[in-house]
């Protein structure tokens, strides 16, 4: 995390994508973006200022932040689009009055949909499908040129081509599961059984005038990790050669098993005697250990074959696996490089001691106060194999 003052321009455009006005000052802004989720933003206006201001806002209406980068120029922050979804008046605690908007990012746009076909039919089957292609596929069944008419935004969404660069996976009976959540249980399953990287976004592109569904494997920005041309380590170790350093301070790693469990047992399709049921057991920690069988119930009624109920199992027993984390702040002299050399969904080095890590930068939060000041946190995930120095 970091303070600083920045330059913000928040541009509004009516629903149907035309220019309406420019917001430059403001009580307050947070804004964050998340791999696989819907972000979240909102602006607070001086109440003298909001009643012209939401006179001209719409539901659905788009907002663009931009933000001056280290050159000077006003640059497009996270290629997002933001869709208002509510305004209203606030009053604070010391009196001051201000309007709120609020606002989700288009990755929304795929949180619109559900699978929404028959059970059996062949768009809720998945058969040996490289899981990126697998993904975008039912990107095109739900609202691409596969969809019936009126499900069909291909005109006002582009989705990029197979490439086939993920592991295939198979999966089937997830008729009417909400589309979102089910391309993460996607990327989940590719990570857990065979350790790759999976990830999806939508982000606007002014030059085709369109927004643009993507997915990517090993990370979504760039590879700036241990076997790339030019690695960035988050902190700073000195006399290290081979690569950048900075970006965090107060950097710490931790081990946490609070959710962790060592045995889950999963209920699948089928009736009292006939119901599917399957276990996936953490033996060595169960073992190591006086307490260790720690147990967990999860519900697979998605799944109609033993095999699929027991990916289930191991998948939910792998999430509840000890977890390491990293956690900092950003410093301030390294703000400046946020969309340059450091952004959103790029692979990084993280070193603590006497080992090196890749993580992942999968979420960034901005949080603007009313005098420009400016705080950038970022989370990470996807400790891989440990590198040693």
Known sequence: MTTKRAEYEFRYYNPSGDYVFSILNYHGANFWVRERDVGSFYIDIPYIMSKEILSKIEIDGI????????????????????????WRDKIEENGVKFSRIRCVDCNNLVDRRIVYYLPQSPQTIINNIPADDAIKRLARENFGNLAVERRDWSDKIFIEEDFGLAHEISLDAFQYRKLLPLMGNICDTV???????????????????????????????TNRGVDSES???????????????????YASVELNAVESRTAVYAGGQGDKENRIIKEAFNQEEIDRIPFGLWES????????????????????????TPQIAVNGHISSDFTKYLGSKINWGDRVVFRFRDHIYEVNITSITINLANNGSEIISLKTRNMREEYYG
Do not use: C
């Open 231 to 249: 690695p960035l380590h988050l902190t700073a170790i000195l006399g290290e050669e081979g690569g950048e350093f900075g970006g965090l301070r």
């Open 191 to 221: 990570r857990e059984e065979h350790d790759q990287y999976l990830t999806f976004n939508v982000y606007w592109s002014e030059n085709i005038n369109k927004y643009v569904f993507e997915t990517k494997v090993d990370q979504l920005g």
């Open 297 to 320: 119930w999860q519900d697979a009624r998605m799944s109609g074959t033993p095999g699929g109920v027991q990916a289930v199992a191991d998948r939910r027993l792998q999430r509840w």
């Open 63 to 86: 907002f663009e932040i931009y933000r001056t980068n280290e050159w000077g120029v006003k640059e497009l922050i996270f290629n997002k689009r933001w869709f208002v979804r509510l």
